[in-house]
């Protein structure tokens, strides 16, 4: 659904639906609470991309080697 104010969508933290705008400055989150409560979830991992996992023999140049 659109109107004058940009599209709404639901909020991808709590599911209330919010403009998603140039107006809003959480978009496309509704709060800065619930942008905030997803970049948790991200730093604890509790969001992850999908992908191949790291071979044990991996030799990381950039690790501590002290």
Known sequence: MTNDKGQIVSCPTCQKENRYHTDNPFRPFCSERCRLI??????DEGHRIPGRAIPEDFNDPEADTH
Do not use: V
């Open 38 to 43: 997803d970049l948790g979830e991200w730093a």
